[in-house]
């Protein structure tokens, strides 16, 4: 199989190293808009070849769009805009309504197949992508019943091939669960980063006391502004409805502190720690 | 060097097995409030006896308080009435300022040395004690110069055969910098938690999409009310004003998501980057 992915960051140049180390594909081309990035993905080894988008589009078995979320929709409707019907075209990306929106009439949609391995870092750009990376972890696939039989089933042995579990959901539904999983553990990264650095003027401070669980917490606050404000734009109404929960959540806590009801906050902390029956 | 260690749990577990790995010490005697968790610290070896408080404080050249902070001040009260000039009392809670002032005029004050390592992990109990803790973590030591030197020398070389760099900070400092990254991180998480669990009715899909992130987010939503309302009770004021920050800052995102502000947007995330200059 020869795959063309578009953009060679953190998630495309991981699955080029995935499909390559696992023998999936005879060749990876690839596309990049910034030339420092192209050169920099092919002496990475992301990618055998650099080629303009509608040349890797029509020469690929599988197109691969793996840009900021911003960037797809028009990207899928110009890759179905040229493949044939042999040909498959999936994106990676974190939001999907809006997508599945504009190719829904497209005379080719059914080559289309839309997915979200969940799996990621907080860096970005060619030099993050990783060996490894995607197994074990799931892929969503979304509106599969609008996917051509073939398409889906070369997909799902695909994402077999690379042990991730596969789950489906519909364009809407992947959405709103992104949100309250995913999205809003950014905003509460970012939120917190800027916190810390706005209340703690002394850097040394923060590094030295870091141990005491601020870094697992403001890891993701690392992630990427290209990445992550178009997820925010394109998700807005789900990722604003968790976000006014959340701040919601932090009220009811601050008022607890204020009242010194540790019975109450107790209850909370009690309720909070039942997220381990969930995530081991 | 006879260790007595009050609190056998996550913190006083830890230190017990880390003494014992290094041969810091000769015998680790034990307190328990718990029956249960007293005969599991034996069995888990993280003592050698369990002692009465009063007899682990005659008995031992080192008194280690390591239970909940709303414990503490009166434990070091009552092992301060009863040690000797040549005997040391430390705590290693993760609040200093009511601790700090409880013990000041008392007689035996230069015998205590305040302490706060900044490891940990989001579990708790006996059975959360691992090997390999604290080292390479920083050390906090409080008020030194209301210690006697030659217990602070004792500490201070205890703690570096631990191999952790140790730093110095009047205890009113240290609980506000511990508010800013430590304790604000346990609220954000228990927040997030409760958020994600009130929004998410479905079980699976959290478990099932927590790849994107909430993983790191919420890891510390697990830690356990016995230790965190304590912590937060006894900071107050440093916890209060972080947090009014905190809920600050994700409303500031939440607007310029509201209005669709991608240029302010970008300049939040961004600066929340700047946080890697920090923590690697």
Redesign the interface.
């Known amino acids: 199989m020869k795959v063309f992915i578009a953009g060679l960051g953190l998630i495309g140049g991981s699955l080029a190293l995935a499909l390559k180390d696992r023998d999936l594909c005879c060749e990876v081309l690839g596309a990049e808009a910034d030339e420092e990035r192209a050169s920099e993905a092919l002496r990475l080894g992301l990618a055998d070849r650099i080629v303009p988008f509608e040349e890797g589009v029509e020469e690929a078995d599988l197109t691969v769009l793996a840009t900021p979320v911003d960037q797809i929709p028009i990207l899928a409707i110009k890759a179905l805009n040229r493949v044939k019907s042999n040909q498959i075209v999936i994106d990676m990306g974190?939001t999907k309504e809006e997508l599945c929106e504009v190719i829904s009439c497209h005379a080719a949609r059914g080559r289309f197949v839309a997915t979200h391995p969940?799996?990621?870092t907080e860096y970005s750009g060619p030099k993050a992508a990783v060996h490894g990376a995607f197994a074990g972890?799931?892929v969503?696939l979304c509106d599969t019943t609008k996917s051509d039989e073939d398409a889906t089933q070369t997909i799902e042995k695909l994402f077999r091939a690379l042990e991730m579990?596969i789950?489906y959901m519909d364009a809407e539904e992947h959405d709103l669960?992104?949100a309250?999983?995913?999205?809003?553990?950014?905003?509460?990264?970012?939120?917190?980063?800027?916190?810390?650095?706005?209340?703690?003027r002394e850097?040394r401070?923060?590094?030295?006391?870091?141990?005491?669980?601020?870094?697992?917490?403001?890891?993701?606050?690392?992630?990427?502004?290209k990445t992550?404000?178009?997820i925010?734009?394109r998700n807005?109404y789900n990722?604003?409805?968790?976000?006014?929960?959340?701040?919601h959540?932090?009220?009811?806590?601050?008022k607890a502190?204020?009242r010194?009801d540790?019975e109450e906050?107790?209850e909370?902390?009690?309720?909070?720690?039942?997220?381990?029956?969930?995530?081991h």
């Open positions: 974190s969940m799996w990621g972890r799931t969503v579990p789950i669960h992104a309250y999983v995913s999205h809003i553990s950014h905003i509460t990264s970012f939120a917190l980063a800027n916190t810390v650095l706005e209340k703690e850097d401070h923060i590094f030295d006391l870091a141990g005491g669980g601020f870094e697992s917490t403001v890891r993701l606050a690392k992630s990427s502004s992550w404000v178009p925010l734009l807005k990722v604003l409805d968790v976000l006014r929960e959340h701040i959540q932090l009220q009811l806590l601050r502190i204020e010194d540790s906050l107790t909370m902390i009690d309720r909070a720690n039942s997220i381990q029956r969930i995530i």
